[in-house]
């Protein structure tokens, strides 16, 4: 078992950088695109032989630190009585969104050992093949009342935020059954196998700091502390956070994730020197020529300098079209260039 | 004339807060939508006589410190050579983006006063009935660029960002093209008769402080520095800029805007004392019922206390289905409040 992605998350020293890339398995690979021509996001996500085949695709593909389960933020609403689609072109969609006080009485407060037992079964499978170590992981209070109450992706985020606002006991009601379902979802992944643990709060940064402090933050606080149970590091990951970075970092977790849109310096100045960061690539920079790709890896990397706490990622997930060469590239020059830097 | 807004622009003290809203004309008002009944987006801005009816809509009805003139930021690339429709429910859409370094070749570079006249003659119109100061605005070269590349919105900017990261020469000529034509249309509005001058930058957050450094900052600076030379206060407008406050700063402008992803203290600390502040209040805020929403802006105004650096305003523009009612409340209860909290 390689351990440095591990050793990072607990800001031990490493050989290398480690490198893992959110949304490493997908639509940039031929691999699974070939998988989709057959299968459905669904099938390949419930079926957990499916479901490990795609997590290793990237991981015999490339040098990657990290695996990560392949599985969704969203069927974990399935258990709760929503019902979830995934519509080609466009998007997950829930055609029973929550709209009132009294579809969130309704709801199911399912276990998640049954509820996504398939995950949890991949889990517990992906673990007896893999030589890194495994991400288990799951959406946020805030980023899946979102998509419960929005019925899919969302601009404005103001049908959420109005529950929010006009009904904010309903609104505590839904993120209370959330983050327990969710607490008690990361800590079944590491019961079956997860090493780390990620929470994703993709969406949080439609909020103002205010309104994360009051409506959100306990939610991923609770689910954080719950999964911390497990004994296993976790990653607190959202974007658009530059402005609230400190009370991410309050929310809890051993590892903060960051997106692009702040220097990696000041994150760290604001985050201060004990907690571990992960990310600030740009995905799109996957775009870009190798030569420049490389001088922003580089930047980045020379601004950590020998921080021990720091892991590379992108600021978001992999995009579909990323050229899948350039992908190689970058986790060949992260672990090299590190090496070199760090004087091994 | 009511000089509270533009005595905050140069930070002077005043007897309340001024207070506009960015796109205060618009859908949420039944004026306006009774007009788009009968009359495209595209008529209304480029006749004269009616952007001057929707530009005064909103100071008819509410009781705001400016007034902005209807218009739109895409108009300015039709001369460029641009074919620009709006389609319904959809947005804007340009059916001959910019995709090779041959295109930005081939653009024309317009004389605002001919290409964009009919704005121009709005704003001469609009002074003429005006008891409020009157702002003109244009799109800042980076989020023009970006839509002239992608053709329309966009989510992840991979086009406009893979055309900067692989072509960087062309991207510079097409930014220096921009710029010198985006400084020229502010420059004109001035002498039109706009008494402030706002760039709206509203894609910038999609680039990491490293890349606005590079490759859109100085743009936004040559058109600020035109824009100056006019004598009239110039506003310096973004979204999802918490992470690179001090380059937005750098890039210019008396007034610098902030949206809600950040905390008004925070912003003031990281911007210093001598620049002005605008925004701040999340657009969403104002569905929510009148005593939330007036409790938020309370904490905003309280935050600022007697700074004399600062305008209220959104924190980007306000939404088509936003309630009518509470745009009104929200408009007196800044004054209200703010005349009061200042002893007046």
């Known amino acids: 078992m390689r351990t440095r992605f591990i050793d990072a998350c607990h800001r031990k020293p490493v050989d290398a950088r480690p490198i893992w890339l959110m949304r490493q398995a997908g639509r940039y690979m031929s691999e699974y695109r070939k998988l989709r021509e057959t299968y459905g996001i669904l099938d390949l996500i419930k079926t957990p032989e499916m479901a490990v085949e795609v997590t290793m695709q990237p991981i015999n593909a490339f040098d990657l630190d990290a695996a990560i389960i392949f599985a969704d933020i969203l069927p974990l609403l399935e258990g709760m009585g929503l019902n979830l689609e995934f519509i080609k072109g466009t998007g997950p969609l829930i055609d029973n969104p929550i709209r009132q006080a009294a579809d969130i009485d309704k709801l199911h407060e399912p276990d998640p050992r049954e509820s996504v037992a398939y995950t949890l079964k991949a889990i517990t499978l992906a673990r007896q093949v893999l030589k890194v170590p495994l991400i288990g992981f799951s959406g946020a209070p805030f980023t899946l009342a979102c998509y419960a109450i929005e ?104 590892v903060i994730g960051v997106d692009w849109r702040i220097d990696i310096s000041d994150a760290r100045q604001i985050l201060g020197p004990d907690v571990v960061i992960q990310g600030n690539l740009d995905p799109v920079q996957l775009y870009a020529p190798v030569s420049v790709l490389k001088d922003r890896v580089k930047t980045i990397l020379d601004k950590m300098g020998d921080d021990p706490g720091y892991i590379f990622n992108l600021g978001h997930g992999l995009l579909p079209t990323t050229p899948v060469d350039h992908v190689a590239e970058l986790i060949h020059f992260v672990h090299e260039y590190s090496s070199k830097a760090q004087g091994h």
Chains 1, 2 share one sequence.
């Open 151 to 254: 019925g899919g992706a969302s601009r404005n985020f103001t049908r959420a935020k109005s529950l929010m606002y006009e009904q904010p006991k309903a609104w505590h009601q839904l993120m209370e059954k959330l983050s327990t379902l969710v607490g008690e979802y990361l800590f079944a992944q590491a019961e079956a196998g997860a090493q780390v643990l990620q929470l994703f709060d993709s969406w949080v940064g439609a909020l103002s700091p205010d309104d994360y402090r009051e409506y959100a933050m306990p939610y991923s606080a609770k689910a954080i502390r719950r999964a911390k149970e497990s004994g296993c590091p976790v990653i607190h990951f959202g974007t658009n956070t530059s402005g609230m970075l400190p009370l991410i970092k309050e929310g809890g977790g051993d």
